[in-house]
């Protein structure tokens, strides 16, 4: 029927549909408020000091986005300036 003609057609270009520039990469894998240890540098200012308990895996920058959104790790300024980059 309609649908499974639209699935096929979808499948049919699914490689340029999700074609993108970034590749693969370590990843912490469970990246979440926990798990971020941040410290004050001379200035006052906070900063990232080190990352804990990974579970080290290869995939895309937005799976460990999508962690610290789950887990409302990241403040809407984190992502406004992510988006700029």
Sequence with gaps: GKVTKLIHRVHER??????????????????WSANIMCRRDESGRWKLAALIDPEMRFGHVEAELAYLDLFRTITPAFKQEYQKQ
């Design 14 to 31: 699914l490689e340029t549909l999700l074609a993108h520039g970034d590749s693969p990469r370590l990843l912490h894998g469970d990246l």
